[in-house]
T-cell receptor, first 112, second 108 residues
Framework: KAGVTQTPRYLIKTRGQQVTLSCSPISGHRSVSWYQQTPGQGLQFLFE???????NKGNFPGRFSGRQFSNSRSEMNVSTLELGDSALYLCASNDGGSYGYTFGSGTRLTVV | EDQVTQSPEALRLQEGESSSLNCSYTVSGLRGLFWYRQDPGKGPEFLFTLYSAGEEKEKERLKATLTKKESFLHITAPKPEDSATYLC?????????FGTGTRLQVFP
């Protein structure tokens, strides 16, 4: 059974640009959550999608947005990048029943 | 306010020296407590889920326990390959609230 796939693995962007990250969940999982991990703040919840609907949102500015497609794949977008957005962005998928959250390897975003 | 606190922040052990990691939480409406292991540059790897006070789960050298206020991750006779950051998270309304982790180093 394939795990959670995140692409790309690494990304370097310039301040002011925008970026789109992708997450393919485990087959059959309909819930996808996104987290930001930084050395100072640890893992912080961004948002969660279930069956193409955003069910929950963390305390991040509106520059952070996401969506989920009918095949459960999810994308996260960050507009007008700031230096502080440099982080490891992690995606987790869940089957909605056993509460087991499986994480991908993450996308390392560096803003210069 | 929901809060998850892990201690110690860092732990250095000799191979074979058993110890425990602590995760204390103040969360209303707890739906589960998770333990993850994270290696540098990788995503968290699921270890255990605990749902109610008194519950215990084991996997190889690891044993997780849960009370109403905290959870412990006991590591028995650790090996160098157990070196990693161990993360605790509580599940509340479909989001995981993470602690900042315990960085474990096991020396041969």
């Amino acid at each position: 059974k394939a795990g959670v796939t995140q692409t790309p693995r690494y990304l370097i962007k310039t301040r002011g640009q925008q970026v789109t990250l992708s997450c393919s969940p485990i087959s059959g999982h309909r819930s996808v959550s996104w987290y930001q991990q930084t050395p100072g703040q640890g893992l912080q919840f961004l948002f969660e999608y279930f069956s193409e609907t955003q069910r929950n949102k963390g305390n991040f500015p509106g520059r952070f947005s996401g969506r989920q497609f009918s095949n459960s794949r999810s994308e996260m977008n960050v507009s007008t990048l700031e230096l502080g957005d440099s982080a490891l962005y992690l995606c987790a998928s869940n089957d909605g029943g056993s509460y087991g959250y499986t994480f991908g390897s993450g996308t390392r975003l560096t803003v210069v | 306010e929901d809060q998850v606190t892990q201690s110690p922040e860092a732990l250095r052990l000799q191979e074979g020296e058993s110890s425990s990691l602590n995760c204390s939480y103040t969360v209303s409406g707890l739906r589960g407590l998770f333990w993850y292991r994270q290696d540098p540059g990788k995503g968290p790897e699921f270890l255990f889920t605990l749902y109610s006070a008194g519950e215990e789960k084991e996997k190889e050298r690891l044993k997780a326990t849960l009370t109403k206020k905290e959870s412990f991750l006991h590591i028995t006779a650790p090996k160098p390959e157990d070196s990693a950051t161990y993360l605790c998270a509580v599940l509340r309304t479909d989001k995981l609230i993470f602690g900042t982790g315990t960085r474990l180093q096991v020396f041969p």
